[in-house]
């Protein structure tokens, strides 16, 4: 192995960390050089890797007789070629040997560049009532199979065992799923499997209660947010892409849907389940001149108004009035902070984030009424925070939003898995999440499914 080599290794855990990376060698071992790798960018990622290996470096390093430390930032690595060019040159992934290891030391879930899988979002169903024109073809049925409920359930238990906190229901439109109310109930019955320093719980010493988040369209939140609340629900984020009823309509390709809409914000509400986020794909020439009113509806409606940019996940489709994906078509995070700086005299006021990992840059206006979030994973990818799996309506494991392949779940049950055989199959796929996506560059691939049919 040449020095190069590990330096470029290192300049990954970088990239992938969103952090620095401290060098250290051990010179007077000639045979032996001990890369400590420590990843400083957040609590979350504080890890920890180890990486001997044998002589032959090529490194003036080795000459010095004094323990040398350099010390990498991100800024002095970012962007890097090395990194596409990197996968194939690059010794194995950091972390994949201590997550071999995990697979029978209990250690909670993380993936090769020690992220730690805390989030999972799961799609109970395929099908949708709206046929949103930047997200779906157009026609109504279901691509994908669903499974009952209790195939669900035991996922996410197994899941939560290995470190699961967060669950977001999600589809296809989640609402339209039979079974959901008595899903959420299940899952308000599960508790953490770790401690935050992540040692693992016993059953004398139970976790906390999971948070249990939902995002619909809100087409039937009205009658459901009650009893979902009650069920045990925790938060809900329902997309709207406009506040204007006619383009509401004219993207929903749903006539009446804002009014229906707008009552399920209010029953949610009402039933506690507040503050309720809205999100808003903005599109450039489409809805983006939705910004100033969206802000104006987050003062007024006291709701979380997050928008999010256009990610290339839209189904193929020749309808007349579908909307893809151009780089052009997105409207990047600065373009929205300069419109709202410009829209109210004071200007907009950052939030700080509550978590390292949080993937919306959050803002207020002078007077603290209404709260924006901008998700921007295009023009600022936030990769190197991921704590995210997907599970999608017929029991595929998915990595990454971009994945070109899923990884069948439920196919290990069917066969006859144990819980214990579904838990080492999902450690193993989760050492190949994907560093990151790759939206914008030269060759980039769609990935295997579309927004619709992943979960969002
Ligand atoms: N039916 C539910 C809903 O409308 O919220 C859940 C599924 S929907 C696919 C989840 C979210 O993905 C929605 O907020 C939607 O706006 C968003 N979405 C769909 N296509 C997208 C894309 N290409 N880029 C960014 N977000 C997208």
Not at 201 to 230: C, K, M, V, Y
Not at 273 to 299: M, T
């Amino acid at each position: 192995m040449t020095w190069g080599k590990i330096v470029q290794e290192l300049q990954l855990h970088a990239l992938m960390t969103d952090g620095c990376v401290e060098v250290e060698d051990t010179p007077e071992r000639h045979d032996l050089l001990l890369l400590k790798l420590t990843i400083l960018s957040s609590a979350r990622f504080t890890g920890f890797a180890q990486h001997q290996t044998k002589s032959g470096l090529e490194s003036s390093s080795q000459k010095g007789t004094s323990n040398r430390s350099r010390r990498v930032t991100i800024a002095s690595l970012l962007p890097s070629p090395i990194y596409r060019s990197a996968s194939a040159a690059l010794l194995e992934p950091p972390g994949a040997a201590a997550n071999a290891a995990n697979e029978t030391s209990g250690l909670r879930l993380r993936d090769s560049f020690g992220r730690a899988i805390t989030d999972l979002r799961i799609s109970v169903t395929d099908r949708c009532n709206y046929k949103c024109v930047y997200c779906r073809a157009g026609n109504e049925a279901a691509s994908y199979t669903e499974l009952p409920i209790a195939h669900y359930l035991r996922m996410v238990r197994v899941l939560v065992s290995l470190g699961i906190e967060k669950v977001r229901l999600t589809g296809g439109e989640p609402l339209l799923r039979s079974g959901l109310v008595e899903m959420v109930a299940e899952l308000a019955q599960m508790r953490t499997a770790y401690a935050a320093d992540g040692t693992r719980l016993d059953a004398r010493e139970p976790g906390q209660p999971l948070d249990i988040a939902l995002t619909t369209n809100g087409h039937l939140l009205e009658s459901l947010a009650a009893p979902l609340a009650a069920a045990g629900l925790n938060r809900v984020t329902v997309s709207m892409d406009a506040v204007d009823p006619e383009t509401f309509a004219r993207i929903t390709r749903v006539p009446g849907s804002f009014q229906r809409v707008l009552a399920g914000v209010h029953a949610a509400q009402a039933a506690g389940l507040g503050p309720v986020k809205i999100n808003c794909v903005l599109l450039r020439g489409f809805n983006d001149s939705q910004i100033e009113p969206f802000a104006e509806f987050s003062r007024r409606q006291a709701v979380v108004v997050r928008f999010i940019e256009f990610m290339p996940l839209e189904e193929p489709s020749a309808a007349e009035d579908a909307r893809t994906w151009r780089p052009e078509t997105v409207v990047p995070m600065d373009e929205i902070v300069a419109r709202l700086n410009a829209w109210r005299p004071s200007g907009l006021v950052e939030l700080p984030p509550r978590t390292a990992s949080e993937t919306a840059r959050r803002f207020t206006f002078a007077d603290g009424i209404g709260e924006i979030g901008i998700i921007a994973p295009v023009s600022r990818p936030f990769c190197g925070h991921c704590s995210r799996l997907r599970i999608t309506s017929d029991g595929a494991l998915r990595t990454c939003l971009f994945s070109h392949s899923d990884h069948d779940l439920y196919g290990q049950m069917r066969r006859g898995g144990t819980d214990e055989e579904l838990a080492a199959y999902i450690r193993r796929v989760v050492l190949r999440k994907e560093a990151r996506h790759h939206i914008g560059e030269p060759g980039f691939e769609k990935p295997s499914r579309n927004m619709v049919h992943i979960g969002g």
